[in-house]
T-cell receptor
Framework: GAVVSQHPSWVICKSGTSVKIECRSL??????MFWYRQFPKQSLMLMAT?????????EQGVEKDKFLINHASLTLSTLTVTSAHPEDSSFYIC??????????FGPGTRLTVL | AQSVSQHNHHVILSEAASLELGCNYS??????LFWYVQYPGQHLQLLLK??????LVKGIKGFEAEFIKSKFSFNLRKPSVQWSDTAEYFC??????????????FGQGTTLQVKP
């Protein structure tokens, strides 16, 4: 149980375009979803916390207008990278939680911006 | 602010060798501590966690970790590693008790390479 999926797993886009990444909890209802960014050979950096039906809480230094997060249902959260640039290229990982001390991670989405 | 430091960035061991990966955290209050593993091409999986109680925590696949409060440490150990333990290991911390938001702060990660 406790499976989290992400779609797409890999996306390549042109600079200036927007990209949407989906995170779904497949077999449980996630009251909270988290979005992380992972650079090569580095740790996961928390970008934002998303609670179902409310606005996301962004970490310091993360541009909320650039990284739009929507958590419209208990099984789906989306991250939209708006006007993507090459420096936004990274591995984006979501996790889903139905209680504070347990997160289940998705497989990640590799974004490459040309 | 919370921070997590993992001392070993890249560890190479032969099969059957013992493993200890260091993790220190910086936080003044109650903490919850975690070790996650990321096998090549796979998502993060929880190895073990500590919230309270016995400071020696046993996890999956023969891993264990010891919480030493006085040293702000939560080192991961395994008596005998296998080739299949080759992976990236992450230590993480979250605020415990009433201030728990579930937010995880990760260490830099340690790449473990086990030679057959």
């Amino acid at each position: 149980g406790a499976v989290v999926s992400q779609h797409p797993s890999w996306v390549i886009c042109k600079s200036g375009t927007s990209v949407k990444i989906e995170c779904r909890s497949l077999d449980f209802q996630a009251t909270t979803m988290f979005w992380y960014r992972q650079f090569p050979k580095q740790s996961l950096m928390l970008m934002a916390t998303s609670n179902e039906g409310s606005k996301a809480t962004y970490e310091q230094g993360v541009e909320k207008d650039k990284f739009l997060i929507n958590h419209a249902s208990l099984t789906l959260s989306t991250l939209t990278v708006t006007s993507a640039h090459p420096e936004d290229s990274s591995f984006y990982i979501c996790s889903a939680s139905f209680q504070p001390n347990e997160q289940f991670f998705g497989p990640g989405t590799r974004l490459t911006v040309l | 602010a919370q921070s997590v430091s993992q001392h070993n960035h890249h560890v190479i061991l032969s099969e059957a060798a013992s493993l200890e990966l260091g993790c220190n955290y910086s936080y003044g209050g109650t903490v919850n501590l975690f070790w996650y593993v990321q096998y090549p091409g796979q998502h993060l999986q929880l190895l073990l966690k500590y919230f309270s109680g016995d400071p020696l925590v046993k996890g999956i696949k023969g891993f264990e970790a010891e919480f030493i409060k006085s040293k702000f440490s939560f080192n991961l150990r395994k008596p005998s590693v296998q080739w299949s333990d080759t992976a990236e290991y992450f230590c993480a911390v979250s605020s415990g008790g009433s201030s728990n938001t579930g937010k995880l702060i990760f260490g830099q990660g340690t790449t473990l390479q086990v030679k057959p």
